[in-house]
């Protein structure tokens, strides 16, 4: 049934080919005779048929399946001590893009998945496009981004069978005991987000504010659901899959045309780099939590979605979202995950919509593009009478940032390869989430979702490997688990101590 909106926008257009010209008989494919072959100059067919063949762009290798919005970001409070971003002067509202998705699964695949969620957002501010490519979770599987292929891989299909492999899965995060804090979260009912906004949204990694006088400060950002996020139960997660696999989709989507609209209110922590040398874990680690006691959460605005798109594949498909579109204000720390991330963005935006990809009406900003980047595919936004070089007869004018590019950070030292040298320190936050966060029915719910999928590993050396993570962030964690699959107990892995990682120093010393 066409929306109400659809019906009113009802314009009584008339059926052309895609050079305008009108076809009396749309359905009409041209013949000789009766019963004779067709004829090349029907290009009614030919247009048609073309252009269907050609409907797929490559779906996004992870993260394809979707659902978006528009709304807005209202600055609610003053941190111009903090960020000299002008979309975040208090009082401001810029409008945006959200989009929300699993991660695994293909096009398809169902909303109520075990995943995290993607919480990705496009502000289109007066400097440019800011976009937040952010998770339903504070923390990553990884801190050495040239694990995510493999990571990602395991997560997906089996290249022989095409079947998704539960020995793939646990073999990964067994060998890669770092995963162990954000396994934790995927597997307690927090893997089984209720649809897709009543979540809240991470940054997960480190960024910077910088202010006016080029001082920085480490932030993590944090948008949290009015009304709390709530969850699904293994169960009802499952029977939703085969029901209704796109309940998230479409609970949005009835949400907001109800007038029922989502609100965030928007935080951040912040920590000087002062601060961060002193801090107990590395601030470039993206699979730690910074302690809200000790980092309290700051309100500095509100993200309000109360509109749908008109065209999902140009309004959602097509967004590109990357965390290397920023603006004065707001950088990225360097986490070397999210140093990655600066490049993999675009490069995949380049290959899954073209070189143009900026210039597509959902990612176009509203704040004025001049440069000397031309052609290509789709170029329909050429620059017109602009030089292509930075002439002298006609040049382009320079902005300088706001803020002097003061030395935020020296780095120093020889080619380092250790980012994933596991220590007790890697244990510590997922053990205060089962012990002390985790309440009875939530350890109940914890054990019989990790049994249930982790039940059908065939390997016995993953198995114990597996089994031996859970024992060091809690023996009877493990044992519980251990039985649940019916396997003996296994002694915790052996780590390093906690005094052997990574010390982070944001401005390295000469070493003598
Ligand atoms: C999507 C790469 C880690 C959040 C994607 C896409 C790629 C990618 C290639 C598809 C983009 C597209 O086709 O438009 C990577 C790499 C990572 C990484 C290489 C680490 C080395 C992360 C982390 C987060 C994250 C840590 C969150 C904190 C997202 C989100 C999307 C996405 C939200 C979906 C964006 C959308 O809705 O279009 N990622 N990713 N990713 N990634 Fe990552």
């Not at 990705?120 to 981004?145: H, L, M, S």
């Not at 480490?218 to 997660?237: S, W």
């Not at 000397?372 to 292509?388: I, K, L």
């Not at 114990?464 to 688990?481: C, G, K, M, P, T």
Request: aromatic share 12%; glycine share 6%; charged share 25%.
């Amino acid at each position: 049934m066409p929306s109400k909106r659809a019906l009113e926008a009802q314009d009584n257009a008339v059926f052309t080919t895609s050079n305008g010209a009108p076809v009396a008989e749309p359905y009409a494919a041209q013949r000789i005779g009766l019963n004779g072959p067709l004829l090349l100059q029907d290009f009614n067919l030919i247009d048609s048929l073309a252009h269907f063949a050609r409907e797929r762009i490559p779906e996004r290798v992870v993260h394809a399946k979707g659902a978006g919005a528009h709304g807005y970001f209202e600055a609610t409070h003053d941190i111009s001590d903090l960020t000299c971003a002008k979309f975040l002067e208090k009082g401001k509202k810029t409008p945006l893009t959200v989009r929300f998705s699993t991660v695994g699964g293909e096009l398809g695949s169902a909303d109520s998945a075990r995943d995290p969620r993607g919480f990705a957002i496009k502000i289109k501010t007066e400097e440019g496009n800011v976009d937040w490519v952010f998770n339903n979770t504070p923390i990553f599987f990884i801190r050495d981004p040239t694990k995510f292929p493999h990571f990602i891989h395991t997560q997906k299909r089996d290249p022989e069978t095409h079947l998704k492999d539960p020995d793939m899965f646990w073999d990964y995060f067994s060998l890669n005991p770092e995963s162990i804090h954000q396994v934790m979260i995927l597997f307690s009912d927090r893997g089984t987000p209720f649809g897709f906004h009543h979540m809240h949204g991470y940054s997960g990694h480190t960024y910077k504010f910088v202010n006016a006088e080029g001082k920085f400060h480490y932030v993590q950002i944090h948008f949290r659901k009015e009304g709390g996020f709530k969850t699904l139960d293994d169960a009802t997660a499952g029977k939703l899959a085969g029901e209704n696999p796109d309940y998230g989709i479409q609970a949005l989507r009835e949400d907001i045309d109800k007038g029922e609209f989502p609100v965030w209110n928007v935080f951040v922590q912040t920590m000087s780099a002062e601060q961060a040398e002193k801090f107990r874990y590395n601030v470039l680690d993206l699979t730690k939590v910074w302690p809200h006691k000790d980092y309290p959460l700051r309100p500095f605005g509100k993200m309000v979605l109360d509109r749908n798109p008109e065209n999902y594949f140009a309004e959602v498909e097509q967004a590109a979202f990357s965390p290397s579109h920023t603006v004065p204000g707001v950088e990225p720390s360097a986490d070397p995950v999210l140093q990655s991330r600066l490049f993999s963005y675009p490069d995949t935006h380049r290959h899954r919509l073209g070189v143009n990809y900026q210039q597509l009406p959902v990612n176009k900003p509203l704040a004025p593009v001049a440069n000397f980047q031309r052609d290509g595919p789709m170029a329909f936004d050429n620059q017109g009478t602009r030089p292509n070089y930075q002439s002298s007869l006609v040049p382009l004018t320079y902005k300088a940032k706001p803020y002097e590019q003061v030395k935020h950070e020296s780095w120093l030292g020889a080619a380092n390869t250790d980012l994933s040298f596991i220590t007790e320190l890697d244990f510590e936050q997922p053990r205060a989430l089962w012990q002390k966060v985790f309440d009875n029915t939530q350890k109940e719910h914890f054990v019989s979702n990790v049994a249930g999928h982790f039940g059908g590993v065939k390997s016995p050396v993953v198995k114990a490997r597996q089994l031996s993570v859970f024992a060091a962030v809690d023996q009877e964690l493990s044992d519980r688990i251990a039985k649940a699959i019916g396997h003996p107990t296994v002694k915790p892995l052996a780590v390093a101590p906690a005094d052997k990682a990574t010390r982070f120093q944001y401005n390295e010393r000469p070493l003598n």
